[in-house]
T-cell receptor, first 113, second 115 residues
């Protein structure tokens, strides 16, 4: 599959601080990216997506940044809460081919109270 | 809120046995998927299914695997002769037609343990 990977396997942050989770990809043809959150014992849950014609997209307390030059995307979580503790995956696919996503290795986010 | 449901939540089987994992996708979704996650590793694509046929499959999805939509609600993954390395969490997912987004709705998974 395509090489979609994460820099940091574990990230610990203090409650209330901002979190930044990073992801690198190697396929320059990748056009569409999604961040998923996976809580313990559950399936992945969609957080936010971004297409390659954008470099930033904001949601509720989350922002995804895409840097196509260096094939890097990040997920920023503002005012991190204990409920944000989970494993976060980036996933990519060619645009409009939603049949198959390649997931990265995952980063575990620990939020300390 | 509609959700994808999977059964069983956990299955233990002997190597060489056949296993069927079942999924009920969200009712108005028409794209269905199976992914798997070996413990501590990343989520891996297995197969996608639309209009009663496989749309895409990965190299993992070999002849030992098959999928079926036997009726209007169930979507199944069959492993004919399980191997030790098939031990993993298997996730079913579905997505809506024309949503213009890749948002997949995942079930909570079926854990398969092959002994």
């Amino acid at each position: 599959g395509e090489n979609v990977g994460l820099h940091l396997p574990t990230l610990s942050v203090q409650e209330g601080d901002n979190s930044i989770i990073n992801c690198a990809y190697s396929n320059s043809a990748s056009d569409y990216f999604i961040w998923y959150k996976q809580e313990s014992g559950k399936g992945p849950q969609f957080i936010i997506d971004i297409r390659s014609n954008m470099d930033k997209r904001q949601g509720q307390r989350v922002t995804v940044l895409l840097n196509k030059t260096v094939k890097h995307l990040s997920l920023q979580i503002a005012a991190t809460q204990p409920g944000d503790s989970a494993v976060y995956f980036c996933a990519e696919s060619p645009l409009y081919n939603f049949n198959k996503f390649y997931f990265g290795s995952g980063t575990k986010l620990n939020v300390k109270p | 809120e509609p959700e994808v449901t999977q059964t069983p939540s956990h299955q233990v089987t002997q190597m060489g046995q056949e296993v069927i994992l079942r999924c009920v996708p969200i009712s108005n979704h028409l794209y269905f998927y199976w992914y798997r996650q070996i413990l501590g590793q990343k989520v891996e694509f297995l197969v996608s299914f639309y209009n009663n046929e496989i749309s895409e499959k990965s190299e993992i999805f070999d002849d030992q695997f098959s999928v079926e939509r036997p009726d209007g609600s169930n979507f199944t993954l069959k492993i004919r002769s399980t191997k030790l390395e098939d031990s993993a969490m298997y996730f079913c997912a579905s997505s809506a037609v024309g949503a213009n987004t890749g948002e997949l709705f995942f079930g909570e998974g079926s854990r398969l343990t092959v002994l």
